[in-house]
């Protein structure tokens, strides 16, 4: 026999609650399977609960929209940290740059393979160890030596203009996530209280009907928004025809 089943998401709770709401809306109130006083505590409930549900929705989006800003900009200064370096040591290869000249960036001189840029943490320090470094390299004032190259394609300006938005872009998605997280709170804080009445709801509708056949009873119910799960290998119930 199938059994009740008490919502375990917030959206299953929305959808009992909604249920309910539009069962008693289009019911008479000598006819409804609630109390007056479950009512009463519906109809302040269930719109506080969809504000707030909405809100947290709202803020989902904007936070799932900066967080694919924050990655695609991610990407974008891997690309610039990772083509610095390759660069850099081509051009070492050519003789334009000393493989000493490594050092400057944080490497090891005899190091031609990339840095580690898998994680956003080693994305920032090495995109920062460039800038410094070729800053450093650049104003060296050797009297014997040449004047330093600066590096091209990618710059480290360039890499500094993409390494600023990305930081920007970081900051953008944090609050939006803080933003989300007391969204969040606002609706599970609210839980306690909407189980509760839940409860009652289910109490309630399932004692009204009482007197009706166990499958009948759980056909009405679930006009109400109970709702009723069936165990493996259990047959579901039957339609049955109700008369308003």
């Not at 069962?23 to 269930?46: D, F, G, H, V």
């Not at 909405?54 to 989006?61: N, V």
């Not at 109970?226 to 579901?236: A, D, I, Q």
């Amino acid at each position: 026999m199938p059994t009740r089943e008490l919502p375990k998401s917030t959206i299953g709770r929305y959808k009992v609650l909604e249920k309910t709401s539009e069962k008693s809306s289009s019911t008479p109130a000598e006819q409804w399977a609630i109390s007056t006083e479950t009512q009463t505590r519906l109809t302040t409930l269930y719109p506080a609960f969809r504000q707030e549900m909405g809100e947290r929705q709202e803020q989902f989006a904007k936070q799932a929209e900066a967080t694919e800003a924050e990655n695609a900009q991610q990407q974008v200064l891997h690309r610039y940290v990772s083509h610095f370096f390759q660069v850099f040591n081509l051009a070492v290869e050519r003789g334009v740059f000393n493989a000493a000249d490594r050092l400057y960036y944080g490497l090891n001189a005899s190091q031609s393979e990339l840095p580690k840029l898998s994680t956003e943490q080693d994305l920032t320090t090495w995109a920062l160890n460039l800038i410094l470094g070729e800053q450093k390299r650049t104003q060296q004032t050797d009297p014997e030596a040449a004047e330093p190259v600066p590096m091209s394609n990618p710059s480290a300006a360039e890499v500094q203009a993409e390494l600023t938005k990305y930081t920007e872009l970081s900051s953008a998605q944090s609050a939006e996530k803080q933003a989300f997280d007391a969204e969040n709170k606002d609706v599970l804080d609210m839980l306690p209280e909407i189980d509760e009445l839940i409860r009652d709801i289910y109490d309630e509708v399932e004692f009204y009907y009482r007197k009706e056949t166990p499958a009948n009873r759980r056909k009405l119910a679930r006009q109400w928004g109970v709702v009723y799960v069936s165990r493996p290998g259990e047959e579901p119930d039957e339609e049955v025809v109700v008369e308003d």
